[in-house]
């Protein structure tokens, strides 16, 4: 079994981005690792050069910053670096700039891997998903996120990057998969206050114009983690790879003093998620067959 690892990245320094982590998380898993790697203007191409693997082979991008609509230019840097996977791989393993694994999900991961080899209906791996908000000491369990996520696709090119690749698509159908027991620890929440204005505003022109930019995330905006429905605290483990981040992060997140803006009818949804486990009305881009 040979398993390929593939990413894009863009200006990882300048939004804060924990490519590095994010990659060498899953780079035990992988034969090989394609990073699609985005004309920046900082030193992301000296971030991903540091860490040193013959694995990693980087295929020089230009985006098409003109397309806005719907976070098209993700998944296009996305399908680049997908298709320049060996022909030889089996299995894809994507990851993106903000995300990590947990070193303690590498056998289970590596073993599903194994076992689904030969099931052919099986067309991809699904995990789930922990948002860390504000701190890395909470993660945020709202509606506003998807709480799964296909991230192990087969290497076939039918397959593509959906919508603004939060997941993929066989063709124009959804991706039959198995939802398997490891977590994507997802990172790009956890920053203090002036640095998420600033990756808002980044992040925001692959999806809207300068005039709605100002409109709505104006220099006087200020960020006041509002948005996370809940915070619960994280009693668990972060991955080896991040502790250095963890270590030097300089500030606390106090959630008494946030005022989580909620109405009532995700209130009532997210009540019910909570006591049954069902998420109604879920957005699923995947069918599980397993």
Known sequence: MRVAGFTFIRNAVKND???????????????????????????????????GSPKIRVINTVWDDSKREGGAVFAEQTDIAFNNISPDADWAFYIQGDECVHEKYLPTIKKEMEDNLADTKIEGLLFKYQHFYGSYDYYSHSRRWYRREIRIVRNNKHIHAYRDAQGFRWDDRKINVKLIDAYIYHYGWVKQPKVIENKLRNFSRFYHDEAWIAANIPETYE????????????????????????????????????????????????????????????????KIVK
């Open 17 to 51: 981005y924990p490519v590095v982590e994010a990659i060498t998380s899953i780079l035990p898993l992988c034969d090989e690792f394609v990073i699609a790697l985005g004309n920046s203007d900082d030193a992301t191409a000296q971030l991903v050069e540091s860490i």
């Open 223 to 286: 960020f006041d983690y509002s948005n996370a429905d809940k915070l619960i605290p994280f009693t668990g483990t972060h991955p080896a790879v991040m502790q250095k981040r963890i270590t030097a992060l300089n500030w606390k997140l106090d959630p008494a003093k946030i005022k989580m803006k909620m109405d009532m009818r995700r209130k009532v949804l997210q009540a019910v998620e909570m006591l049954t486990g069902w998420r109604i009305g879920e957005y699923r881009n995947y």
